[in-house]
């Protein structure tokens, strides 16, 4: 044996002999905790906030929408401010603007430019904005340290005449993106509505009428900028700026048709890049810093066709980012990292595919990133951690195997000690285990190979793994191909099935029937049979015993089969010897007989008259008799017990009526009467059996109940299906022969099988018998894969019950 070499022990916990105990669980829900921490973070405190928006953005540059052909720009441009001078410009040219404008019968009109201080011409514009609804911009002060704003409203004559009022405030995030609009803003005083927002009531209400027919069911009627105060987020795309564009100037100088802006909102604007009114939206990387004019009309286009985005709380990201957090935990538990991985991989792009569909289907934008975060902090952490806990247990399980004792014999070698780092150290136990395995590999192997009868080994699937010498050549005398590798019915199917073991009528004929199905070790239902064994026989017409064997490993679980060949032809040669000298026995025991009955005859007709001589030679023939029934029923007896069966489906109610034929002239003989009852449940009750031995076993039933039954009395024969409990297995059929005989006392009835058993000498000395009936019917039946039962009491009669398995009339 070997001793444990403390010098062979890495591991400082084992040194110290602290148990190395698996915290699996406490680890997983540590782990999980994490997660669910990461989570709440980027949900509710928007610690993942910068990432969220560059997803959002991402997202709303690869989806494209077309814009409301409905509404029209009217740009303060470049082209503008070199023709018109200076700005600001008098009050008169945007008088002279909207009355040009007024000309084309707009269904409003947007002026995005603040008149917060008064001017001369003042009247002039107010005319014009009278003309035509016109929606002018009120801008709100930044919030005061006390929480006070002030609303910068246009000039009185202005905002009266004005038909709505609204605040151009945009809302910016931290990253100086402006992403969404709050469509109400309140001071001091009121709430402001956002500068587009009276528009669209407007077309909600009717009052401006579309060119294109733009209403209320293109708005979605949904009311949520009527009614709250939550900011909207605007949907951006890379067509953000293709609404119908014209020049201020060219307007005034009415270069412009009058059907371009006829029923269309028009959106005025400063667009010139000296006035610089530019904002960074989620598509400035592609169209660079937008004019407030048109996030004006995108704000106002998102409202008409209702494709505002609402955010999804903080608490709803947080709840649906747990579900693929939970799914991934709980995949930790029984994937492997690879398998983690790629569940890790799909979570992801799956939460990034909702988050899509959400945006673009329902217009609702719930942020993938806690989720991911949460996934990607959980993943690597627990891999770390699986990794630490495997290698922790291959240094227990290498310390383990190096401290087991080796039973093979070892060639001495010089002590070596365990040098290096925790690396080193788990590799030189690892090669001296890998050692150790091949030895024991090589052993095996051996033993195998030592063996004189023909063994395979197989996996659970049946694919052989091993086969040893004697094996190999014999399957080469029957000119079989390489054993390995092939599928174990394959390689003993060639074989031909002769019987199993036990000699059950039933299991023969599920074997025949199912071959070479049988030799399939995966298989549950052949796996009983193929453990107890069955014979079969080769092209060269040897006889061998074929037997399954389970290969378990050290925790029991079943790893694969052992299949091994004996060759019992020389078994079935002295088998077949006793059988001829059954036969010869038999035959010179009959043939005396026959000869002395002859000579009794014989003598009777010479000497009619002797008394003496008459008696004498009763006494011989019953003798005799005697003798040929004893040398027939011991013969019937050793073949129901040992040859082979022919086995055909019979009808169990025919034997039933050929075997109470054969009865019916002593029972008539003696005034007793056969009845038989069938119950109609199945046609025929139909089993599998040898036609002859069956019918000579119910022949001696029935034999015996006549023998002794009082004369006129009853004999019942009943055939009938058994009502099981449960449907499983096939069904039974059962044979009652019932008398009202002697009947048997307990003692008698734990004897009856047993041969040379004779009850009744008392009440029927006249009877005769060997004592070997009951026991050929017991033979019979057992071989057929059935059961007898005897119910009696003295002076009550007998009830005898043969119970078969019958076949299943529904297949």
Excluded at 28 to 52: E, F, H, K, N
Excluded at 137 to 157: D, F, M, Q, Y
């Amino acid at each position: 044996m070997t001793t444990r070499d403390p010098r062979m022990s890495f591991d400082p916990r084992i040194r110290l002999g602290r148990p190395v105990g698996r915290r699996f669980l406490f680890e997983w829900l540590c782990i999980g905790c994490l997660g669910i921490a990461v989570i709440l973070a980027g949900s509710l405190a928007r610690l993942t906030a910068s990432v969220d928006h560059l997803v959002y953005d991402a997202l709303l540059r690869f989806h494209a929408h077309p814009v409301l052909p409905d509404i029209a720009v009217v740009e303060i441009d470049n082209a503008s401010i070199a023709q018109l001078g200076r700005w600001p410009w008098p009050r008169a040219v945007h008088a002279r603007l909207l009355e040009q404008i007024a000309k084309a019968s707009p269904a409003a009109v947007v002026y995005d430019v603040l008149f917060t201080e008064p001017a001369p011409d003042d009247a002039q514009l107010a005319r014009a904005i009278a003309a035509t609804p016109t929606y002018l911009p009120i801008l709100l002060s930044p919030e005061a340290a006390n929480g006070e704003r002030v609303a910068i409203k246009p000039v009185e004559p202005l905002a009266s005449a004005a038909a709505g009022l609204g605040h151009i405030n945009l809302e910016v995030d931290a990253d100086g993106i402006v992403r969404s609009v709050a469509l109400y803003e309140g001071d001091a005083h009121m709430r402001w509505p956002q500068l587009t927002v009276p528009v669209w009531r407007a077309i909600l209400q009717g009052e401006a009428k579309l060119a294109h027919g733009a209403s209320a069911a293109m708005a979605g009627q949904d009311g949520t900028a009527d009614t709250g105060e939550a900011r909207v987020l605007i949907p951006f795309s890379p067509l953000a700026q293709t609404y119908p564009k014209v020049s201020f100037a060219s307007v005034l100088a009415g270069d412009v048709p009058p059907g371009m802006l006829r029923g269309k909102i028009v959106v005025i604007g400063v667009t010139a890049s000296g006035l610089y009114d530019r904002f960074s939206t989620p598509v400035s990387g592609r169209l660079g810093p937008l004019p407030g004019v048109y996030i004006h009309a995108n704000v106002l286009d998102t409202l008409v066709t209702g494709r505002a985005i609402n955010p999804v709380s903080g608490m709803w990201v947080c709840a649906v980012s747990l579900v693929p957090l939970a799914v991934l935990l709980a995949g930790l538990l029984v994937l492997s990292p690879l398998r983690s991985l790629l569940m890790t991989t799909v979570l992801c792009a799956t939460m990034l595919a909702v988050s899509a569909a959400l945006l673009y289907g329902m217009r609702l934008w719930m942020s993938p990133v806690p989720a991911v975060v949460g996934l990607a902090a959980v993943y690597p952490i627990w891999n770390w951690r699986r990794l630490e806990m495997t290698m922790s247990y291959l240094r227990k399980e290498l310390q383990r195997l190096a401290d087991e004792p080796y039973l093979l014999p070892e060639a001495p070698q010089r002590t070596r000690e365990f040098r290096g780092d925790a690396l080193a150290q788990q590799m030189a136990l690892m090669a001296q285990a890998a050692r150790r395995v091949q030895d024991m590999k090589r052993f095996v192997w051996n033993s195998l190979d030592s063996v004189p009868e023909p063994i395979l080994v197989s996996d659970v699937r049946g694919d052989v793994l091993i086969a040893n010498h004697a094996a190999k050549r014999y399957f080469e005398r029957l000119g079989a191909a390489a054993l390995e590798g092939r599928q174990m019915r394959h390689v003993l199917g060639e074989l031909g099935f002769v019987k199993s073991i036990g000699s059950s009528a039933e299991a023969d004929a599920f074997g025949r029937t199912h071959w070479p199905a049988v030799l399939d070790p995966g298989r549950i239902a052949f796996a009983d049979m193929m453990e107890q064994g069955i014979e079969v026989r080769d092209r060269n017409q040897r006889d061998h015993l074929l037997r399954y064997a389970k290969c378990t490993d050290a925790q029991g679980a079943v790893i694969g089969w052992i299949a091994g060949l004996v060759d019992v032809t020389a078994v079935h040669a002295a088998e077949r010897l006793r059988e001829d000298a059954l036969r010869l026995l038999s035959h010179d025991m009959r043939s005396p007989q026959a000869s002395i009955l002859a000579l009794v005859e014989l003598e009777r007709a010479r000497a009619p008259d002797s008394e003496r001589m008459a008696d004498l030679l009763d006494r011989v023939e019953r003798y005799a008799q005697r003798a040929l029934m004893l040398a027939d029923d011991f013969v019937q007896l050793a073949r129901a017990e040992s040859q082979a069966y022919s086995l055909e489906p019979v009808s169990l109610v025919e034997l039933m009526i050929d075997a109470s034929d054969e009865v019916w002239p002593q029972a008539q003989a003696r005034h007793i009467r056969l009845e038989a009852t069938y119950d109609e449940q199945g046609d025929g009750h139909w089993i599998n059996a040898d036609r002859s031995l069956m019918t000579r076993a119910l022949v001696n039933v029935l034999n015996n109940a006549v023998k002794y039954s009082p004369p006129h009395t009853r004999i019942t024969c009943g055939v009938e299906r058994e009502n099981r409990a449960t449907g499983e297995g096939p069904p039974r059929v059962r044979c009652t022969v019932r008398d009202e005989g002697y009947g048997m006392s307990a003692e008698n009835q734990a004897h009856l099988f047993e041969r040379f058993q004779r009850f009744h000498e008392a009440e029927r000395p006249e009877a005769t018998g060997t004592g070997l009936g009951m026991a050929f019917v017991k033979a019979v039946v057992t071989r057929h894969g059935g059961d007898v039962h005897v119910e009696s009491a003295r002076g009550k009669g007998t009830a005898l019950t043969i119970t078969l398995p019958g076949l299943d009339e529904s297949a």
